[in-house]
């Protein structure tokens, strides 16, 4: 299985701040990496696919990067909508594996 | 507008089976992998498995002793059992569309979860 890990697990921050979280895997996997957004008692919602693809319909202050074993999800300017958890998925092997998501909460 | 409605037995004990069904509406059933994910509570995403082309099925190496996706494609349903069930399976299970979009001839068709269930609480309790 490949492992992903996330950092930081949770993070309080402000609405307008800038918000990047990590998620670094176990072996290489190019850029076949996904991002989600989760709210509580909802299903999760994808933001990003191959690392750096905005989903359609998804705010442009969202976006992806990295490559290899490294990647990042940045929110440029936190809005109240977006305190959430957030995942990534990797997508390389189809033994879809998930990290263990990152707590964005209102400072 | 395409949406995935589910449903299933929401309590259970030890050693019942889990039997969960996944309806798709307002879209394609076939071309697509249907997959079925669960959440334990407080904790990460984990993928069981999926069902695709033909009736095709993959399986999470973890779980696939006991569990069993199948469809009725006549009904563009799809369904989750996952036999004796221990405290450790309670968890939200959600079932998801695995869509795939083709990214040059490098990358190949690159995947990812499009589209979602609301979820469904199972707790297993003695």
């Known amino acids: 299985d490949i492992q992903m890990t996330q950092s930081p697990s949770s993070l309080s921050a402000s609405v307008g701040d800038r918000v990047t979280i990590t998620c670094r895997t176990s072996?290489?996997?190019?850029?076949?990496l996904n991002w989600y957004q989760q709210k509580p008692g909802e299903a999760p919602k994808l933001l990003i696919y191959?690392?750096?693809s905005l989903q359609s319909g998804v705010p442009s202050r969202f976006s992806g990067s990295g490559s290899g074993t490294d990647f990042t999800l940045t929110i440029s300017s936190l809005q109240p909508e977006d305190f959430a958890t957030y995942s990534c998925?990797?997508?390389?092997?189809?033994?879809?594996?998930f990290g263990q998501g990152t707590k964005v909460e209102i400072k | 507008q395409v949406q995935l409605q589910q449903w299933g037995t929401g309590l259970l004990k030890p050693s019942e089976t889990l039997s969960l069904t996944c309806a798709v509406y307002?879209?394609?059933?076939?071309?697509?992998?249907w997959s079925w994910i669960r959440q334990p509570p407080g904790k990460g995403l984990e993928w069981i498995g999926e069902?695709?082309?033909?009736?095709?099925?993959k399986y999470n190496p973890s779980l696939k002793s006991r569990v069993t996706i199948s469809e009725d494609t006549s009904k563009n349903q799809f369904f989750l059992k996952l036999s004796s069930v221990t405290a450790a399976d309670t968890a939200v299970y959600f079932c998801?569309?695995?869509?795939?979009?083709?990214?040059?001839?490098?990358?190949?068709?690159?995947?990812?979860?499009?589209?979602w269930g609301r979820g469904t609480l199972v707790t297993v309790s003695s």
């Open positions: 998801a569309r695995r869509h795939g979009i083709y990214s040059g001839s490098y990358y190949g068709t690159v995947y990812y979860f499009d589209l």
């Open positions: 307002g879209g394609s059933f076939s071309g697509y992998y």
């Open positions: 069902i695709g082309h033909s009736g095709s099925t």
């Open positions: 072996q290489s996997i190019s850029t076949y």
């Open positions: 191959a690392a750096s």
């Open positions: 998925q990797q997508s390389y092997s189809n033994n879809w594996t």
